[in-house]
C-alpha cells in the first residue's frame, strides 16, 4: 500500500489528453515545503525525471507534459497522446512525518 | 553530462549480505543529496535511503530500516548501499538517483541504469 495513490491504469487515444492523478496527505503533498515530481518510466528502461517542484520541466521535455499541485493531491498532465508515451508514470515526494521519501503506486498509460 | 552507473548486483542467499557501489560523473558529486530506490519484477518504485551530500544525515525506508545502511565517499565520487540480513523480499532492481539539492527530500533529476539484485536460495 503506498503512501500516495494513484489509478493503476488510465487510457485515452492518440491526440487526445490525459491527466494522472496523484493523492496524498498532509505530511507529504500537502506540506508547503514538500515539493512533487512526476517521472516516466518506458518499457525496460530507468524512470527519467519529467516534471519538478510539482509544476515545472526540465529542459528536453516538451510542453505537452505540465504538473500541478493543490491542496494534498497533484495531477500530470499530458497533451496531444502519442504513442510514445505508453508508459509507467510515478509521483514522488518527500514525507515529513515519516522522514521518507514516498512514491506512488504508479499509473500505466495506454494510447489506444 | 551527469552520469551514474551502479555496480554489485547478483544472485545472494537468504540472510546473506551484498553491497551496492553507485560511480557518478559530470557533475560536483559532494553538492549533491544521493537515494538509492528500488524496484521490484513487474512492481513499482520503492524508495530505500537517501544521504545528504555531506553525509551528515541519512534516511531509510521502513522495510529496510536496520538491515541497511548507506555511505558515501565524496573522494571517490561513489555512493554505497550496504545490505545485510538480505530477505527473499529484497529482490529487485536497485537504482542509484541524485536529489537536485544537498539537503535532499526526494527531488530527484537523474537515475542510473540500475543493477538487480535477486535473492535466492
Known amino acids: 500500500q503506498s503512501v500516495l495513490t494513484q489509478p493503476p491504469s488510465v487510457s485515452a487515444a492518440p491526440g487526445q489528453r490525459v491527466t494522472i492523478s496523484c493523492s496524498g496527505s498532509?505530511?507529504?503533498?500537502?506540506?508547503?515545503?514538500?515539493?512533487v515530481s512526476w517521472f516516466q518510466q518506458l518499457p525496460g528502461a530507468a524512470p527519467k525525471l519529467l516534471i519538478f517542484?510539482?509544476?515545472q520541466r526540465p529542459s528536453g521535455i516538451p510542453d505537452r507534459f505540465s504538473g500541478s499541485k493543490s491542496g494534498t493531491s497533484a495531477t500530470l498532465g499530458i497533451t496531444g497522446l502519442q504513442t510514445g508515451d505508453e508508459a509507467d508514470y510515478y509521483c514522488?515526494?518527500?514525507?515529513?512525518?515519516?522522514?521518507?521519501?514516498?512514491f506512488g503506486g504508479g499509473t500505466k498509460l495506454t494510447v489506444l | 553530462q551527469v552520469h551514474l552507473v551502479e555496480f554489485g548486483g547478483g544472485v545472494v542467499q537468504p540472510g546473506r549480505s551484498l553491497r551496492l557501489s553507485c560511480a557518478a560523473s559530470?557533475?560536483?558529486?559532494?553538492?549533491?543529496?544521493m537515494h538509492w530506490v528500488r524496484q521490484a519484477p513487474g512492481k513499482g518504485l520503492e524508495w530505500v535511503a537517501v544521504?545528504?551530500?555531506?553525509?551528515?544525515?541519512?534516511y531509510f525506508g521502513d522495510s529496510v530500516k536496520g538491515r541497511f545502511t548507506i555511505s558515501r565517499d565524496n573522494s571517490k565520487n561513489t555512493v554505497y548501499l550496504q545490505m545485510n540480513s538480505l530477505r527473499a523480499e529484497d529482490t529487485a532492481m536497485y537504482y542509484c538517483?541524485?536529489?537536485?539539492?544537498?539537503?535532499?527530500?526526494?527531488?530527484?533529476?537523474?537515475w542510473g541504469q540500475g543493477t538487480l539484485v535477486t535473492v535466492s536460495s
Open positions: 559530470g557533475f560536483t558529486f559532494s553538492s549533491y543529496g
Open positions: 498532509s505530511s507529504n503533498i500537502g506540506n508547503g515545503n514538500n515539493y
Open positions: 517542484d510539482n509544476n
Open positions: 514522488g515526494t518527500w514525507d515529513s512525518s515519516l522522514s521518507a521519501g514516498v
Open positions: 544521504i545528504w551530500f555531506d553525509g551528515s544525515n541519512k
Open positions: 538517483a541524485r536529489d537536485r539539492a544537498g539537503r535532499a527530500r526526494l527531488q530527484i533529476d537523474y
